[in-house]
């Protein structure tokens, strides 16, 4: 009997491994139109150049003037993408670039690049192999911060736009470019113009952004692999103030402010969410499998059997566990201000990013929960952000993606999870769709230069992101 009921499982094991599909599937090549020439010594200049304008922060005095600067070196580097498009500033320095279809009744395509950066550490200047903002084009690359988040793909958008503008291609389907100036601060720009679209009715048939890339080493399979971010985590910070009496540290009462809020951040992150093998991480692998060894195949087609081995194995980094269930950070603490001095209130604020099918109201009900019975109040350190609709990977313009990231079907695309947020979640009530990838090939160390020292652009990767965006607008648009 027992014999029996194992045979059956083996034959129900192999059934759904040989059943197993990918949820991707990709466009015949000749559904892609091709990219029009271009000149990628120029581009590589350019994005040199672009990466000389300071664009840390525009709310910063000494920092503002860069901005107007780079928005006219902009106008002046693509005239011809320029004289067909209707430009227009919102926020005070986020950019609105409309190039007008000819069939009004489509709806429009948005690509979004920020063209802000974030500073450079302090003291850091000199570990990089060129400065941060020469823009040096050596060793087949450009340096400097911003190269590839972001204004690296805002310059290839460009480069694209003016190849296609020249070469006479002229849009059926409307083509919105917004580039915000505060993305690594707020995101208020690409609010604005999210607003300026809303007011004006406009629909979007998809939206493209930042967010993830094509990794070299992707880990199950040790082969470039493509991720096309299909959903994004919610973002919120909770602040757990404690409140107390306070006092001269030489008498102090049984229980400190300092105590009672440690006390609730142990208890908030001693009941972690539980991980799950479900949503774009699970569709992930499903896209993946079918090129992974058989032992992969067979697990990710029976997780009703090898959830907790699939859940360990993606758990194994920080950065896979991340895509598994909304994560809980603590990151600042306050005291009193004194060594000697009792604390008056005690705060601590946790950073947390939730994971799709999940909710901000169930964080803070989890944290309320978690501190039942201690003497804290929690709230909201400013109001949330929901996690993200989950984008369709059977939309036209998600096979239009896949294909040109699969590089003529050489490359595997699955849909991911983007765990940082982005520009585009402004949006998200507009579009169908919201993608956000970057065809940029580089290894999971290499995408530690993000935000980090020698941030650099090679040329292939530059050529790859003109051409990628040149044959989406061709297609997309056309
Ligand atoms: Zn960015």
Sequence with gaps: ?????????????????????????????????????????????????????????????????????????LASAYPAAHAVMQKEVVAGRTLVYTWAGSDASRPAM??????????????????????????????????????????????????????????????????????????????????????????RGTQLEFVLDEGLATVTDFPLLGRPVALVGVAEKGYGTLRITAPATGGHSSAPPPETGVEVMARAVLAITSQPFPMRFDGPAADMLRALAPHAPLPVRVAVANDWLFEPLLVRQLASTPGGAATLHTTIAP???????????????????????????????????????????????????????????????????????ATLASERGSVPVAPGLVTATTDSRSFADLAGDVYRYQPIHASMREFEMIHGTDEHLKLENLERLVTFYARLVATAAR
């Design 1 to 73: 009997m027992l014999a029996l009921s194992l045979a059956a499982l083996a034959g129900t094991i192999a059934v759904r491994t040989l059943a197993l599909d990918s949820p991707v599937t990709l466009l015949d090549a000749e559904a892609v139109a091709p990219a029009p020439a271009f000149d990628l010594d120029g581009a590589a200049r350019r994005v040199g150049e672009a990466v000389r304008f300071r664009t840390i922060r525009a709310s910063d005095e000494a920092y503002a003037p860069e901005f107007d600067r780079f928005h006219e070196w």
């Design 110 to 199: 948005l690509l979004l690049a920020h063209h802000d950066v974030v500073p450079v550490t302090g003291g850091t200047d000199s570990q990089w192999s060129h400065p941060p903002f020469s823009g040096t084009v050596a060793d087949g690359a450009v340096w400097g911060r911003g190269t590839i988040d972001d204004k690296g793909s805002l310059v290839a958008i460009f480069e694209a736009l003016e190849a296609l503008a020249s070469h006479g291609f002229r849009p059926a389907r409307t083509v919105i470019v917004v580039s915000g100036h505060d993305e690594e601060t707020g995101g208020t720009g690409a609010a604005a113009a999210a607003q300026l679209l809303r007011s």
């Design 331 to 401: 990151t600042m603490l306050r005291g009193s201000p004194q060594e000697n001095v009792l604390p008056q209130d005690a705060a601590a604020w946790i950073n947390y990013r939730i994971a799709p099918g999940h909710s901000a109201a169930a964080v803070l009900d989890h944290a309320r929960a978690a501190t039942g019975g201690l003497a804290v109040e929690i709230d909201w350190q400013r109001p949330p952000y929901e996690p993200s609709r989950v984008s369709s990977t059977g939309s036209d313009a998600f096979r239009l993606i």
